[in-house]
């Protein structure tokens, strides 16, 4: 085992600069189809040195590679072979793999913006290990970890995007020639929508086969029919609607606080709240607390949206909490339906009038499952609407371009202010 000293840490790196000869954004040139030939992208990836010690170097090594041809690929939008990396018999987890990150690729490829990355920082951290004597004849751990980034788009080189607290499961076994991956998933809703809503439960459980033959896996006909979906998405975000009316309001949304706030809160949560982070995602309650600090207050009359403490509770008091502040489904009917005292928004106006402190409701169809608030707004020289730059919990991202995000079916929900 190695030692927890800085000599010893394996990192992957290339620390030439990268090109950035214009700051300015235009529509001529973040249009990108077709793309120039990529520059040298600045990349560096490490362990946290708290955990030097925990994985050996050749456990350590495979990891790194695995995610430096994950960011890579991202960066370059071109795809990267990882098969090297998995054991002889774990083809199933290599087929997952190449759908989804050619479906990661794709996505960012529709977009108008250029959203290759000039540069990636990463650091894999809280690494948890548990060795597997039983389940198989040579000597293989399942490893547990987060990875906090560093990244910057091509279209908007000046802006530095985070993310943090990336959850990874990896299976590792030690073959003849070195380490390899067995298993490996990504918490997250992409590899549910490929694997299943009880994806991460079953592999937790050593239940997720993917030689399965009665499951029939099929990753490339699930991934093309993301594909298809999310390019009628990207079109439908143009038809949400040319104007806007302003609702007339007792008071105003303080836009300002409600950015503050988000800033203050992505990378960790204020414990004056419940952290729904392993109970469905955190999304929603964080843009509760949003709209709250921007002065929205909590409606227990009609049509409720409250949170006085984590009991269910959707009597007309000032206990508990109802659907609306935690589940994106319900807070999209309860800014849509409310009338009278509270919340007066409008959902589904024209995505290209959005605001800071503004929030986008996002799922891969009409089944609504995250939300993020707007954080900036990125225009062109001409002043014409080019992207967002959002925030969120779970996954935690600040200065995230709405564009990228894997969830394509996207809507505007305007944040007007409040009704006495």
């Known amino acids: 085992m190695l030692s927890a000293c800085h000599e010893q840490q394996i990192e992957l790196h290339n620390d030439e600069e990268p090109s950035t000869e214009s700051n300015t954004v235009t529509k001529e040139n973040a249009v990108s189809v ?54 002889n018999d774990a083809n199933r987890f290599v087929d997952l793999h190449d759908e989804v990150w050619d479906y990661m690729v794709e996505v960012r490829k529709m977009q108008s913006a250029d959203l290759r990355m000039i540069s990636y920082h990463f650091t894999i951290d809280d ?46 076994i030690e073959t003849e020639n070195g380490w390899r991956v067995q298993e490996h998933i990504e918490r ?8 299943g ?42 038809e949400q609607g040319k104007t806007i ?7 105003p949304y303080n836009r300002l606080e409600a950015k503050q706030y988000a800033e203050k809160w992505i990378d960790k949560r204020n414990e004056s709240w419940f952290d729904y982070g392993n109970y469905g ?29 984590d009991r269910p509770n959707e009597k007309k008091v000032r206990k508990g909490r109802s659907p609306a502040w935690t589940g994106v489904e319900k807070f999209v009917e309860y800014a849509g339906y409310n009338e009278g005292f509270g919340l007066a928004a409008t959902v589904e106006a024209p995505y290209d009038q959005g605001e800071i402190g503004d929030l986008i409701i996002m799922g891969y169809d009409d089944k609504w499952r995250h939300t993020v608030i707007i954080t900036d707004v990125i225009t062109n020289d001409q002043g014409e609407f080019l992207d967002y730059l959002v925030a969120s919990n779970t996954v935690n991202q600040r200065h995230f371009p709405v564009s990228a995000h894997m969830y394509t079916r996207q809507i505007l929900v305007k944040i007007h202010g409040w009704n006495r």
């Open 281 to 309: 995602g955190n999304c929603q309650n964080f843009a509760s607390q949003c709209l709250l600090a921007g002065g929205i207050p909590m409606d227990i009359a009609g049509y409720q949206w409250k949170w006085y403490d």
């Open 127 to 172: 690494v948890l290990v548990e060795q597997l004597t039983d389940e198989y004849e040579q000597n293989a751990s399942r490893i547990s970890l987060t990875v906090d980034s560093r990244f910057r788009f091509a279209a908007f080189p000046e802006i530095e995007t985070e993310e943090y607290g990336m959850m990874h499961y990896f299976t590792l």
């Open 197 to 238: 809503e009880d994806s991460q439960q079953l592999w937790m459980e050593d239940q997720l086969d993917l030689s399965d033959a009665s499951k029939q896996w099929e990753f490339e006909a699930i991934k093309e029919s993301l594909l298809k979906r999310a390019r009628l998405n990207v079109d439908l975000r143009s």
């Open 188 to 195: 997250g809703n992409l590899y549910r929508a490929f694997l």
């Open 245 to 251: 009316d302003e609702l007339k309001v007792d008071v």
């Open 34 to 87: 077709e793309y120039e030939p990529a520059e040298t992208v600045q990349n560096h990836g490490r362990f946290a040195e708290a955990y030097l010690s925990v994985l050996d170097k050749g456990q350590q090594t495979v990891i790194l590679e695995y995610f430096e041809a994950y960011y890579m690929t991202l960066a370059t939008l071109e795809h990267r072979d990882i098969s090297m990396l998995f054991s």
